[in-house]
């Protein structure tokens, strides 16, 4: 019903930036919950930050303070603008959409993001 394709992973050096993008398509509802997790080998997938349709925000510990989550209603698009890169944030990022209306989750297949030491 909802489809998601994630851009913008690539390989950077620590201390560097990327940009995620995340678009949605199919049965969208005006209110839901666009978020990003990640997964590294042989750990289990954690939030990195999440947003609601109105614009409320959290994030993970330990990404708070260098990441930020925005999203463009219009598009159906979120963001991910993350600063400051460490290699522990080295991981797949898959961005996932969930809406109160349905109780159903969709996730995107993932983008590949390395950090460099």
């Known amino acids: 019903q909802v489809q998601l394709v994630e851009s913008g992973g690539g390989l950077v050096q620590a201390g560097g930036s990327l940009r995620l993008s995340c678009a949605a398509s199919g049965r969208i509802f005006s209110v839901n919950v666009m978020d990003w997790h990640r997964q590294a080998p042989g750990k289990q997938r954690e939030l990195v930050a999440s947003i609601h349709s109105i614009g409320s925000t959290n994030y993970g510990d330990s990404v708070r303070g260098r990441f930020t989550i925005s999203r463009d209603n219009a598009k159906n698009t979120v963001f991910l603008q993350m600063d400051s890169l460490k290699p522990e944030d080295t991981g797949v990022y898959y961005c996932?959409?969930?809406?109160?209306?349905?109780?159903?989750?969709?996730w995107g297949q993932g983008t590949q993001v390395t950090v460099s030491s």
């Open positions: 996932r959409y969930s809406s109160p209306s349905t109780y159903n989750q969709y």
